[in-house]
């Protein structure tokens, strides 16, 4: 038993997901739960592990593993996608439903919201039918207990037949009982008989006449009485799923087929024609079934346990006031990273440039030859220095903030509002809880597309993702508009000018995206909406200090980290372009005048352009090399403030045009590599990836040259 | 309200109690795994700022739901 890598299943799970025992001994368990009950919460706080947690709706889209241990057992957890049931719609909820049927867990632990628990039951019900071995973790019971829900856990535990815990993951504490319970149910058969749906009379009899061969067939590798009412379901996916794990010889059986005919006739002979009615009733039986269940053991004493959350919800999505303040929040957001940033930005770049300075002491000291000093103090330490002084400080306070928003459960909010756009443009609200990822990174924005149930929509999204500018591109944007627009001279009221007209392009970009979308719904990706749903969950209050911790230390640290990793080799090929010559004339001048005559029709010129052709590993160094580019051409050698640096720019013929130019291209252009290679991961198509680096690229020439020739007409 | 009403008719504020659900292929199986049978009582909330989608109160749970969807499910009075 358990868990080998040879087996069929594990693997056909999701692909890169490979249970990592560190002894055979170990426990698998999952966890498995709806959407947004808090299962990272729980799995970080079992595991001490550091998965990222929000408050939405599809967050979690791959399994993620990790390690806890108890006295009696080591245990291998895993994080699987939240799903309403298992009878799955989409990506990842195959995934999940693979996991818990296929994927042999010693023990299931199914989360669920205790505000929402009835509606959670109907997974606990059909995890109880294929295993025995389940806890039920009720989570959220802080927020139960504050809306005045109460709940009798043992009546619960009583009726469902296993062990049901309440939890508050958020406290680590609460999560020890879970655990003794998750020991009690691997340690031995279970105690009682766990609660058995009872369906329609027709599909009861239906699967008593089909269970015995199953049972005899299946060899207990799968629950009979599940697979028998699977079996008569016919669901094509889960039988895909069930040949991969029981071998196409099973299915192949034509005793088996005789009987599955034949139990189909008593469905049929009782009024029960086809799948959809099938599915109907088996689906009624559950919700039904979670109804008696949760009768007398739910009671909640304050009916208005909600108020608050509807009259937030009247102030965020209501027609008066719900596009003004999401853009007033974005414009606030971005106010806040700007006016702070400013400040510990210069504080940086004084300190990493005052090191600098000691750096060329230093090799002066050591009579290191003038080449070397160039290389590593000019070239890569200098670029090194640009990136750090500024990303970070922007990054260390978006970042959080942006992750405070979602925590909060405004994200969700953001789908809602922009719902009836998206439509209009024959896709979905939830494209743009993709955009709001990629405001973090779009690599992290089109792995979330997985949230989009319609294939073409999803592709839609995923195309159109790099539309968002990523934080890579931010610091850009913001050091331009901070130059040439509002002056460096600093103010609250210059902070708030940049951070207004940093929404302006952003809500441009939003536009493009949807125009893009529209486009690309009449030609290449044809097609009506698709339905949908979309799940507004409760708001609930950011814990504060964790999302600060949290935010800046995995993903700031970790996305300057990947920004680094690139701009140290980039500053050296940058250094070296600019210092080698052929004919007189540098590498990086060959190359920029190369590009030049084109680069000027849409308002840049041959550096900037090759800045962002030398930006396809990360967006984050393409100032910096524009600045090494015109540095090794000009006459200043320090270069410590924004002052300086608009001068710099200045001398080499910037004008506000080339300003706007920038940030259009900026916004506009091919994604980075990482985001290509993500987007060739979700598609597995180089057709796709091929289409959704050129689409940007084609709408930014096409907005630059169009913007330089209408400027230059009129100027 | 008699059989004939959908959910696009009820406001916000309004209860009603689902009667059918005429949604077919996987926007049916959806509502159905939300725990929307026949039966279940639903009460709109608020429309979105566009006027669609709406959001229903479904076993105290908030979903957001298009208004072409709403058209199949069919409700009556609670």
């Known amino acids: ?715 | 309200m008699n059989e004939h009403f959908c959910l696009n008719d009820i406001t916000p504020g309004q209860h009603a109690v689902v009667s059918a659900l005429q949604s077919t292929g996987s926007m049916r199986r959806r509502l159905l795994d939300i725990g929307l049978i026949e039966n279940t009582d639903v009460e709109c909330l608020g429309r979105s700022p566009g006027g669609d989608p709406s959001a229903f109160l479904i076993r105290g749970a908030v979903i957001a739901i298009r208004s072409e969807d709403c058209e199949n499910i069919l409700i009556h009075a609670s």
């Open chain 1, 1 to 715: 038993m358990g868990l080998t890598n040879s087996s069929v299943g594990i693997k056909a799970v999701d692909s890169g997901l490979v249970i990592q025992k560190q002894s055979p001994d170990d426990r698998v368990v999952a966890l498995a739960g709806n959407p947004n009950v808090g299962k990272s919460t729980v799995f970080n706080g079992l595991t001490g592990m550091n998965q990222h947690t929000g408050n939405w709706p599809g967050k979690t889209v791959t399994n993620a593993q990790g390690c806890c241990s108890t006295k009696s057992h080591a245990y291998v957890m895993v994080d699987i996608p939240g799903t309403y049931s298992l009878m799955a719609h989409s990506a990842e909820e195959e995934v999940a439903r693979n996991f818990i049927c296929f994927g042999d867990p010693d023990a299931v632990v199914v989360v669920c919201d205790a505000t929402c628990l009835e509606r959670n039951l109907n997974l606990v019900l059909q995890t109880i039918e294929i295993s025995p071995r389940v806890v039920v973790c009720v989570n959220l019971m802080d927020e139960a207990k504050r809306k005045n829900i109460k709940i009798n856990l043992e009546l619960l535990s009583t009726r469902l037949g296993v062990p049901v815990v309440g939890t508050t993951a958020r406290k680590k504490k609460s999560l020890r009982i879970l655990m003794d319970s998750l020991d009690q149910v691997c340690s031995g058969p279970a105690q009682r008989a766990p609660f058995a749906v009872r369906y329609a009379d027709a599909i009861e009899a239906s699967i008593a006449q089909l269970e015995p061969l199953v049972k005899e067939k299946c060899g207990g590798k799968l629950n009979s009485r599940w697979l028998s009412l699977k079996l008569l379901d016919q669901d094509e996916s889960l039988i895909r799923e069930i040949n991969a794990y029981l071998g196409e010889r099973f299915l192949q059986d034509n005793t088996l087929q005789n009987a599955i005919a034949q139990a189909k006739t008593i469905l049929m002979d009782r009024g029960i024609e086809n799948e959809d009615q099938l599915k109907d009733l088996t689906v009624s039986a559950l919700v039904q079934s979670a109804e008696t269940i949760c009768q007398g053991a739910i009671t909640y004493e304050d009916r208005q346990y909600a108020a608050a959350d509807r009259k937030l919800d009247k102030i965020l999505t209501s027609k008066l006031t719900g596009y003004p303040v999401m853009i007033a929040l974005l414009a606030l957001v971005f106010w806040l990273t700007i006016t702070g940033a400013n400040y510990p930005s210069q504080l940086l770049s004084n300190g990493l440039f005052w090191i600098q300075d000691r750096l060329t002491e230093f090799f002066a000291y050591i009579h290191a030859p003038a080449w070397l000093h160039g290389v590593l103090v000019l070239g890569v330490y200098r670029v090194l220095a640009w990136v750090v002084s500024v990303m970070l400080p922007p990054m260390a306070i978006f970042f959080p903030l942006f992750t405070l928003l979602e925590d909060a459960g405004y994200l969700p909010r953001i789908a809602y509002n922009l719902d009836k756009p998206f439509k209009r443009c024959c896709a979905c609200g939830k494209q743009a809880l993709c955009m709001c990822m990629g405001f973090g990174c779009n690599a992290a924005g089109i792995i979330g597309c997985r949230i989009i149930d319609s294939p073409r929509e999803r592709l839609l999204a995923i195309l159109t993702n790099n539309f968002v500018p990523c934080n890579g591109r931010f610091p850009t944007l913001i050091a331009i508009l901070t130059m040439f627009f509002v002056g460096t001279s600093g103010g609250a009221f210059s902070s708030l000018l940049s951070a207004l007209l940093l929404t302006g392009i952003i809500v441009l970009g939003v536009a493009i995206t949807l125009v893009v979308t529209k486009v690309l719904s009449k030609t290449l990706l044809k097609g009506m909406p698709s339905s949908f749903t979309l799940e507004l969950p409760p708001y609930r209050k950011p814990q504060i200090g964790k999302v600060i911790v949290r935010s800046i230390f995995d993903r700031t640290l970790f996305v300057l980290g990947r920004a680094i990793c690139v701009a140290a080799p980039a500053g050296l090929v940058i250094w070296l372009m600019a210092n080698i010559s052929v004919g007189g004339i540098s590498v990086l001048n060959h190359c920029a005048s190369f590009l030049d005559p084109f680069a000027r029709l849409m308002g840049l010129d041959g550096v900037i352009l090759i800045a962002f052709v030398l930006g396809f590993p990360a967006n984050e160094i393409v100032i910096p090399i524009i600045i090494m580019a015109y540095m090794a051409q000009g006459s200043i050698l320090e270069l410590d403030s924004l002052v300086e640096m608009r001068n710099l720019f200045l001398q080499n013929g910037w004008t506000w045009i080339t300003a706007v130019s920038t940030m259009l291209f900026s916004l506009n252009h091919w994604p980075c590599s990482t985001t290509l290679l993500t987007i060739k991961k979700e598609t597995g198509s180089w057709k796709w990836t091929a289409i959704a680096a050129a689409i940007p690229t084609a709408v930014g020439v096409a907005v630059c040259i169009l913007f330089t020739t209408i400027t230059r007409v009129f100027a």
